[in-house]
């Protein structure tokens, strides 16, 4: 495809129904140029995408049995060091509760190259205590997010009667041509 240069009267307002047909006429003529464009590069990006599914199947191929053996090396290890973890506090424990000199603790030999990091996330497990939190701010507003498709569903099944606290109807109107 080469540059196409397009030459339409961008005019501000419309003044009659001529302008309008005018304007629609060029909008049909837009529209259906669109349409080639993106129908030409959707042939050409096909083969691309099929590729690239292909890779990706072959990539979890060869991932998915690496990725088990690493989680399992995982939960092996983190499972050992806690067990280490907890037989050092119960010895302890049970020498303060004895009156004993306390044990000598060794810590867990670490390997060279190894770094041990803890991350934290949340898990939502009732929604209504969440929002009851954000309502009495006990929890900052941030924690909720908006699930826009859920609002949007509302929207276009409501249309002008759409009536969501907190949220107003927003309209866009588009004419499209065949």
Not at 26 to 50: F, M
Not at 119 to 139: H, P
Request: with cysteine; charged share 25%.
């Amino acid at each position: 495809m080469t540059n196409l240069a397009l030459t339409i009267d961008p005019r501000e307002t419309i003044t009659s129904t001529t302008e309008r047909a005018d304007a629609v006429e060029q909008l049909a003529g837009v529209q259906t140029l669109r349409r080639n464009i993106k129908a030409h590069y959707q042939t050409l990006k096909s083969p691309a995408a099929e590729t690239t599914r292909a890779l990706n199947a072959a990539e979890a191929a060869h991932l998915t049995p690496v990725l088990d053996a690493e989680a399992q090396l995982l939960d092996s290890i983190t499972m050992y060091d806690a067990t280490q973890k907890a037989d050092a506090e119960t010895a302890m424990r049970e020498a303060m509760e004895a009156g004993t000199p306390m044990p000598t603790l060794v810590a867990v030999p670490r390997q060279p190259g190894e770094q041990q990091r803890t991350t934290y996330r949340a898990e939502v497990t009732n929604l209504r205590t969440l929002v009851e939190a954000v309502a009495t701010g006990e929890v900052e507003l941030g924690a909720l997010v908006p699930h826009g498709p859920t609002l949007n569903k509302l929207a276009r099944r409501d249309r002008e009667q759409f009536t969501v606290p907190g949220c107003t109807l927003a309209t866009r109107t588009q004419i499209i041509t065949r």
